[in-house]
């Protein structure tokens, strides 16, 4: 049981350049959440997946795009990356319905932007 | 708008040298609340759920507590091996989306 896997582990782009973080879950989950993490500044959500085929905005969308392409994988990608998308991403699943349940977290992805 | 705040942001300890996180929580209809262990360079990882005031949970030199407008997180005579940061989250009902405070950075030195 892999849990949440993430790839890839580390990226390095230029400003301007294009790339696609790949998240999928075994759990069986419903709900699925990207997040970015920056000192000071907590975790983020910046899309989130309720249950396969739909998708919303959370915090802080702008400048990216998810797709939820099964029940198991659900993707962010960034079109024209900025500095300011410097950050470690975390893709995060959950079994959400009428109980709360606790979200479970992939490695992370560390991206700098230059 | 929902909102978590962890203190101290950041605390050290000595190892055995007993202490508390704090966790408080403005939301409208608790549903859950999470705490989180962080370690460096990787994801959360998720530790209890508690989801009515007077709750307790415990897991080693852990115990978790809830009230109304806060939690607890007791470490109990910590262990080097317990340094981490320390997250803690809600979720309101009908929401898909927890809320996370910042976290408190945990280090026991030996």
């Known amino acids: 049981n892999a849990g949440v896997t993430q790839t890839p582990k580390f990226q390095v782009l230029k400003t301007g350049q294009s790339m696609t973080l790949q998240c999928a879950q075994d759990?069986?989950?419903?709900?699925m959440y990207w997040y970015r993490q920056d000192p000071g500044m907590g975790l983020r959500l910046i899309y989130y997946s309720a249950s396969e085929g739909t998708t919303d905005k959370g915090e802080v969308p702008n400048g990216y795009n998810v797709s939820r392409l099964n029940k198991r994988e659900f993707s962010l990608r960034l079109e024209s990356a900025a500095p300011s998308q410097t950050s470690v991403y975390f893709c995060?699943?959950?079994?959400?319905?009428?109980?709360?349940?606790?979200?479970?977290f992939g490695p992370g992805t560390r991206l700098t932007v230059t | 708008e929902d909102q978590v705040t962890q203190s101290p942001e950041a605390l050290r300890l000595q190892e055995g040298e007993s202490s508390s996180l704090n966790c408080s929580y403005t939301?409208?209809?608790?549903?859950?609340l999470f705490w989180y262990r962080q370690d460096p360079g990787k994801g959360p990882e998720f530790l209890f759920t508690l989801y009515s005031a007077g709750e307790e949970k415990e897991k080693e030199r852990l115990k978790a507590t809830l009230t109304k407008k806060e939690s607890f997180l007791h470490i109990t005579a910590p262990k080097p091996e317990d340094s981490a940061t320390y997250l803690c989250a809600v979720q309101a009902g009908g929401s898909y989306i927890p809320t996370f405070g910042r976290g408190t950075s945990l280090i026991v030195h030996p």
């Open positions: 995060a699943s959950t079994d959400a319905g009428t109980t709360y349940y606790e979200q479970y």
């Open positions: 759990m069986n989950h419903n709900s």
């Open positions: 939301v409208s209809g608790l549903r859950g």
